[in-house]
């Protein structure tokens, strides 16, 4: 069925680096949602993006959807320890009314 | 305010026991409720969805079984566990009009 996919499956990054993590989907999305679990937590909701090539910021964190709604991306400036997590992109299968489908998610690890 | 219950946190049941987890959600009516599940290092899988009460949509054939008694409750069971069972469990809820999912806290279920 749909899926999209995440990549990388892991990412060691020294305190201060930047941070990006891909999603791509060989179907066009109707919306990309991404969220984030903390080690030993659960998801929590960041962002929903819409419309094509949309562009969305919160404090050090970019959030884009690519032009042809297939592909997304969340990058993250200057990465702390508190940024250390599970970050995940998730899709609505069916159309925007649809059920909630999680890619695999990529494992952030920070080192001081 | 809007919550989400989640319980038991963690539990360890034997190959062939009966399961019940349970979900409330407090704060609203008539939410969109959903059972994700979580193998260890991987992404999240959908199980169980509902719209109402008494109606359950299964994604997945499984070991597992989901009833709505109420409108705000939502159950998880099984009659018989399996080793693959075993996961961190999910329930989750979204608002009507609203994007994202919430989630409870979880329950780490190991099968012994």
């Known amino acids: 069925g749909q899926q999209v996919m995440q990549i990388p499956q892991y990412q060691h990054v020294q305190e201060g680096e930047d941070f990006t993590t891909y999603c791509n989907s060989s179907t066009t999305l109707s919306n990309i949602q991404w969220y984030k679990q903390r080690p030993g937590g659960h998801p929590v909701f960041l962002i929903q993006?819409?419309?094509?090539?949309e562009v969305k910021k919160q404090k050090r964190l970019t959030f884009q959807f690519g032009e042809a709604k297939k592909n997304s991306s969340l990058h993250i400036t200057a990465t702390q320890t508190t940024d250390v997590g599970t970050y995940f992109c998730a899709f609505h299968y069916g159309g925007s009314q649809g059920n909630l489908i999680f890619g695999k998610g990529t494992k952030l690890s920070v080192k001081p | 305010s809007q919550t989400i219950h989640q319980w038991p946190a963690t539990l360890v049941q034997p190959v062939g026991s009966p399961l019940s987890l349970e979900c409330t959600v407090e704060?609203?009516?008539?939410?969109?409720l959903y059972w994700y599940r979580q193998a260890a290092g991987r992404g999240l899988q959908l199980l169980f969805y509902s719209v109402g009460i008494g109606q359950i949509s299964s994604e997945v054939p499984q070991n597992l079984s989901a009833s709505r008694p109420q409108d705000r409750q939502f159950i998880l069971s099984s009659k018989k566990l399996l080793l693959s069972d075993s996961g961190f469990y999910l329930c989750?809820?979204?608002?009507?009009?609203?994007?994202?999912?919430?989630f409870g806290s979880g329950t780490r279920l190991t099968v012994v």
């Open positions: 704060g609203t009516s008539n939410p969109n």
């Open positions: 993006l819409v419309k094509s090539g």
């Open positions: 989750a809820w979204k608002a009507q009009g609203y994007y994202g999912y919430t």
